[in-house]
């Protein structure tokens, strides 16, 4: 087979607009159950289909099966027509002959997608070098060629690393690399910026928008995501429980939805900017003192340099905030940028280089574990995994009930069973549930159960490290409504570490932007998510995709395809290698941590030059 | 589980099927070797000068035959089935008591008592077995079966603590241990309500696939004539008897040999049966 351009194959057949990719009353059913039931859909050349649901809708599964790729209990019926080919039922002789050739794929995990013990240019070869038969030579120079095309910053060095070497960003790019490698008609993305932070998703998919325009290939996003699809798709399909039940162009379904699930999808989505969060009114008990005061906090990581050496990696450095009784804060910034870091070091669960650290206005800094424990009981702690912080053995009512078994060893067994019964029903859980084990319940339940937990002892301080991120579009809503519901009843303060900007602007008054490891910006959140002084939050803030298929492009349109560059030398602000106002200036002085205005507080020398530049809508 | 050949085979089957399966079978084998010997009017010692090896069948009193002493081979091989279960059995309680408290205090203590506690154990490892066993049969004399057990036990718990300060170390790890930290428990309450309890699936696990390696292990010295001596029997001293004569009298062999690989087979399959029913997170 000789590599023919995508387009020129696609359109050469008849003059009609025929699909690249049609699916037929496509089922997957496991053991009698259909969780893929009769979906019909079509992909035509050039053109991007966004596949849209919560999970277990059926929409990865959906594609996979049309790749032969489900698993082997699964049952597969229907039609899976690629151009004139049909994919269902046909030998893996015939399927490898088309996967990675005319239609690539790009799996959700940009970590497990690639083989750890092989170096990006084998990976990137292999492909190139079996279904092309180039030389081991031309392969290479075409794995550079591509690596180029996604925009990745050395593509001669990335040959030589191995995938541990990459950030997430950089390996979704190398996957995107090797779908492209063999000119495929159609590119099957599965979440590919699910894993990534907001600013290397806003990459991500300029750089597929730009593919698209620039290949005219046919590309399907699949995604539970409406905002990812703005911008990227020409036609939407939404599914739910195996099914599609709505299908049409991006406008039509973006502006003008038929289906009420569909509406729900893109309210989750479109988050109304509304007021901020208020302060709760802190209960009466509350005396002046901050619930949660650090001040110099710094923690240092041991971490394997390159040799023997051992060299400590800075995790936070310089960190001042106090959180008052009944207020809540968010934590914001990239992964890596030491936001649990902040959350494990203030609830002391890890050790710190130096810093004060006060809980109720008690300096803990120094107590002994010991005596820290039934200090515990003030500040709780939910995590982002919920499953993952469930004990797997325990059923759903012992795990509610065990804090009450720890710190209130008088109360009996019956008084106990009724304070979790009505605290399983505060949270939103049927008390039925009580007999169940963590890994019998959804993503969101599992939530609610760490949320009871947490409140079975009525703290003043709840720490949420990222409880959102795991969970789908409506469940993150009414989390995010519990958690503020519970927040104004028990007048409690809330420690909100997120990377969901709709989230933080909705759950909390202010907010705290980190940047490796320092603070960038601290501001009532009104105010710092309109009218941000700090480079960064700028960028953080350009970088959230909008709902929205008119604006979208024209967010999309300014952001820089390729990825950030390397890492600032010490000495100096930290944000500045990848800043657009970094001056002399900049490398030579750490900017000095300012109030700008009134509450807000900035670190940077140019802040006044950024908020002249007013946030585009 | 594809993959494996025994994984191909038996993925079909619902592992509680399999668990069941393998437990009535050793339920039969247990009943057997408490009931077996007394029910037969024969005892294990009991010598008959008339029927001196004879084939199963041959004579209707002794069905499955006799040895050359005259003595009944159904009787014999149940009442060593018997010494073969309880010494496997309690080898098994040794190691796993040992074990686990060895394992998991290195495991959770972590530091210079892991160290010390797991340098013990490579040192154990790194000791011929046969070798000591071999002195303190010298030392205590031979056929004592305390001796035996000690023998036998002192091995099967190193491996054991490896594995459980292995789970330990993991466990340590995950999200809900930082959980219980957070909430305020102290070290011996997150070992108590969420360390041990999570390593139970596995020692438990573990613990059924050991049976059948401490019965081989005692076979293996009975065999070797270091284990149980006349007239008492076990499976091994049996099977070591019963291939002196394999040509001219193989139903010695191949008796007491069938029973044990059915023992072992059993508790193998109760062993992986038991694992995948007991992680909650598979089911």
Known sequence: ?617 | MPGSIRGCAMSRSDPRRRALLAALVLGALVLLALFGPAASPYSYRALDWRHLTAPPGFVAEHWLGTDALGRDLYVRTLSGLRLSLLIGLLATLVSVLIGVAWGAAAGWVGGRLDAGLMRVVDVLYALPYLFIVLILAALFGRGNIAVLLLAIGAVGWLTLARVVRAQTLSLKRQAFMEAARAGGLSGLQMLRRHVLPNLAGTVVVYATLMVPQMIVYESFLSFLGLGVEPPRASLGSLINAGARQMLSAPWLLLVPATVLVVLLLAFNILGDALRDVLDPRQR
């Open chain 1, 1 to 617: 087979m000789s590599s023919i351009p995508a387009s020129a194959e696609a359109h050469g057949a008849s003059g009609e607009a025929t699909a690249l990719l049609a699916l037929k009353s496509l089922s997957v059913r496991f053991a009698g159950v259909p969780v893929v039931d009769a979906v019909s859909l079509a992909v035509h050349p050039g053109e991007c289909l966004g596949v849209v649901g919560e999970s277990g809708a059926g929409k990865s599964l959906t594609f996979l099966a049309a790749l032969g790729l489900a698993p082997p209990s699964a049952r597969v019926s229907g039609e899976a027509r690629f151009g004139a080919t049909e994919l269902i039922g046909r030998s893996e002789r015939t399927l490898d002959a088309l996967r990675g050739r005319r239609i690539g794929v790009v799996f959700q995990d940009p970590m497990g997608a690639l083989t750890p013990h092989l170096r990006i240019g084998t990976q990137l070869t292999e492909p190139i070098r079996r279904h092309t038969g180039l030389s081991a030579r031309a392969a290479r120079a075409r794995a550079l060629e591509l690596l180029e095309q996604v925009r990745l910053g050395e593509p001669a060095r990335c040959l030589q690393q191995y995938p541990y070497e990459l950030s997430g960003g950089m390996r979704q790019r190398v996957l995107l690399a090797i779908a492209l490698s063999c000119d495929p008609q159609l590119v099957i993305l599965d979440e590919p910026t699910t894993a990534l932070d907001v600013t290397i998703q806003a990459q991500i998919l300029a750089l597929l928008a730009h593919i698209k325009r620039e290949r005219g290939i046919g590309l399907v996003l699949v995604t539970h995501d409406f905002a990812a699809l703005a911008g990227l798709a020409d036609r939407v399909a939404v599914m739910r429980n195996g099914r599609v039940i709505e299908t049409g162009s991006a406008a039509q379904v973006f502006h003008a939805p038929r289906e009420p699930y569909t509406r729900e999808l893109l309210a989750a989505a479109r988050e109304p900017p509304g007021p901020a969060a208020a302060a709760a009114a802190a209960d009466a008990s509350g005396t002046g003192a901050p619930v949660l005061a650090v001040e110099d906090l710094a923690v240092h990581y041991r971490r394997r340099a390159p040799g023997l050496r051992r060299a400590a990696f800075v995790a936070l450095e310089a960190l001042n905030v106090a959180l008052a009784p009944g207020e809540s804060l968010a934590v914001v910034g990239e992964s890596g940028c030491g936001k649990s870091t902040l959350t494990r070091a203030a609830l002391r669960l890890i050790g710190v280089a130096h810093g004060r650290i006060a809980w109720l206005g008690r300096d803990v800094g120094t107590l002994p574990e010991r005596r820290l424990r039934p200090l515990r009981r003030a500040l709780q702690l939910i995590f982002q995994d919920p499953l993952a912080s469930l004990d797997p053995h325990l059923t759903v009512e012992r795990l509610v009930g065990e804090p009450l078994e720890v710190h209130h060893r008088a109360l009996g067994a019956a008084a106990r069973a009724e304070r979790v019964a009505a605290m399983l029903e505060r949270v939103g859980l049927d008390p039925a549930l009580g007999a169940r084990r963590p890994h019998e319940l959804s993503g969101g339940q599992c939530q609610r159960v760490g949320i009871a937990r947490a409140m079975m002892l009525a703290p003043r301080l709840l720490v949420c490290d990222e409880p959102l991120s795991a969970l789908d579009v409506r469940a993150q809503r009414q989390i995010g409504a519990l958690l503020d519901a519970l927040r104004r009843e028990q007048g409690m303060s809330v420690l909100l570490v997120s990377h969901d900007l709709n989230a933080v602007r909705r759950l909390c008054e202010r907010v705290l932007v980190l940047y490796q490891g320092r603070m960038a910006e601290l501001g009532p959140s009104e105010a710092l998510l309109t009218r941000p002084l700090h480079p960064y939050t700028r960028a953080l803030l350009e970088a959230v995709p909008v709902a929205d298929p008119d604006v979208q492009p024209g967010r999309l349109g300014a952001v820089p395809l390729s990825e950030r560059g390397p890492p600032a030398e010490p000495g100096g602000c930290v944000f500045r290698s990848r800043c657009p106002l970094a001056s002399v200036r900049c490398a030579e002085e750490h900017p000095p941590w300012i109030e700008a205005r009134a509450g807000h507080w900035v670190a940077c020398h140019h802040w006044e030059r950024g908020a002249d530049g007013m946030l585009r809508a």
